[in-house]
């Protein structure tokens, strides 16, 4: 009774496609409801709100479903779904206990925790958001449960539906509390954020629930199978799990602490060092919201790489579960060529229509915060799947502690850079090139030296970079032209729109005919991603 497993490009397509409709409204969220908070000021202590909650929940939640993901393809991979879904109960009972204390802490020490961040005004935003953790912490059980089955469907139908619920409900809350005061206002869009956690959570109990009947078939067929040949059928003890599970999951958690305590103490930093570097205390505030903003735009591709590491790690552990070396660094030369033929071309197109594409948006005048910054999503990206890597070959412990040298790194450059009058907010973006190529340097020797991997991120980067090289000058050329063409006619926002469309539609035929052309996309990859879209480009002779 062998279950039909997605494939790696299967899992990365449908959760690609899920984070890229996430972001398209967080980033159609980001411009309004900076609108209706006052403009970058008041987004600013949304911003430090959200990031309290974003720290607390990465504490409480990012090591178990990492975890959860690792055991059950572990044990689903050897014919052990009756451990697998024991693992998965333990791990939820754990986590609704986790989610439990955390948002009672949260809650009570709201107005304290806003204060430390600088940021007063943000703590009703934090009491609002503290629910949430509750929420997240068993969402996270049922959704690493389903990655771990190589299923990725449940988790991207959830994060749609989690994301379309946080932003319809915040947009009615911040319109109705916005005469309250900022205060109120950054409580209403928390609260949304909430009920939209709900929403994703009722999605995959319910999902769970419809595949009980299966599960408990597959387990009678498994236990058939030993009585047959005479084997014992032994089941793993509640202790033994965990002690996996915590094995898994504790320097997970602590490399994502580490990483998103850096992110709570730049939230922190920036705003002071701005003042620091002669900003008024309104300047800082502002820049730093543009700041926070940016990232929100470099956050697209990023969840590119989040939702790739989440289809690699379960192949990668269920291959060394098996002691398949081979299968091992097959699979990790292909995640990366997979990270490549995706991150690069969006990386090195918001280099160029950084202008653009801040105008479509509402983001203001500062683009060139996005111009700088894009190329990190490469190091960003390819950090995110080194751990995971890493974390497949039960290497739990190595990118973690690689990721605390670069954290201090970041703070120390941080505190020096950003205080430098002609620098400011740029030193910020140095120290985060900086913290990011670190890691990705030590990961990448450990991988390729002691763990025997053998793959080449030189050989998965090389054509993804030509093709999208071609690309950025062909359709910049293009919206150039077409944008002085109609400025004959049509300037401002919509000029820019109608130029930029075709300009992006242009971009992705000319990356993908001259990716083709060089060999760096096949038939055979084209097949593993998804055979009907593989039958419709040979339809229309595009393939």
Known sequence: MKEKAQSVATGFLILSVANILVKIMSLAFVPLIRHFLGGDAGYSVYSSAYYVYAFVYVIATAGFPVAV?????????????????????????????????????????????????????????????????FLCSLLSAYRGFFQGRKNMRPTAISQVAEQLVHVAVSFILVIALRSYGIVWAVAGASVG????????????????????????????????????????????????????????SLPITFSSGVQYAGDLLDNKMIKGGLVASGLTEQGAKSLHGAYMAMRQLINVP???????????????????????????????????????????????????FAKPIYTILGYGDNYFL?????????????????????????????????????????????????????????????????????????????????????????????????AATVMVLLSYGLYSLLHWLIGFIISGYWGCLISFVPAVLFAVLVYY??????????????????????????????A
């Open 69 to 133: 993901s690792k055991l059950v393809s572990e044990f689903c991979g050897t014919d052990r779904t009756e451990d697998a879904i024991r693992s998965f109960k333990l791990a939820r009972s754990f986590l609704i206990a986790v989610g439990a204390i955390l948002t009672a802490v949260v809650m009570i020490f709201a107005k304290p925790i806003a204060s430390f961040m600088n940021n007063e005004e943000s703590w009703a935003g934090i009491l609002c958001l503290a629910p949430t953790l």
């Open 193 to 248: 954020t909430a009920i939209g956690a709900l929403a994703a959570l009722m999605i995959v109990v319910y999902k769970y629930n419809t595949e009980k009947s299966v599960i408990s078939e597959k387990i009678a067929f498994e236990r058939s199978v030993r009585e047959h040949k005479g084997e014992a059928f032994s089941i793993i003890s509640k202790k033994d799990i965990m002690k996996k599970m915590l094995y898994y």
């Open 302 to 352: 990023g969840s590119l790489a989040t939702a790739l590491c989440i289809s690699v790690l379960p192949v990668i552990a269920g291959a060394f579960a098996k002691k398949d070396q081979k299968e091992v660094s097959k699979n990790t030369e292909y995640g990366f060529k997979l990270c490549y033929l995706v991150a690069v071309p969006i990386s090195f197109a918001m280099v160029l």
């Open 370 to 466: 996005l111009t700088f910054s894009s190329l990190s999503v490469l190091l960003l990206c390819t950090m995110h799947l080194q751990s995971s890597v890493l974390q497949g070959v039960n290497k739990m412990f190595v990118s973690s502690s690689f990721l605390c040298v670069s954290v201090v790194i970041k703070i120390i450059m941080n505190y020096f850079l950003i205080r430098i009058p002609w620098l400011n907010i740029y030193g910020a973006i140095i120290s985060s090139y900086v913290s990011y190529l670190i890691p990705v340097l030590l990961n990448y020797i450990f991988i390729k030296k002691v763990s025997k991997i053998d793959f080449s991120i030189t050989r998965c980067l090389l054509l993804p970079v030509i």
């Open 513 to 542: 005919f001259v990716l083709r052309k060089l060999g760096g996309l096949t038939d055979d990859d084209l097949e593993q991603i998804s055979p009907k879209l593989l039958r419709l480009l040979k339809k229309i002779k595009l």
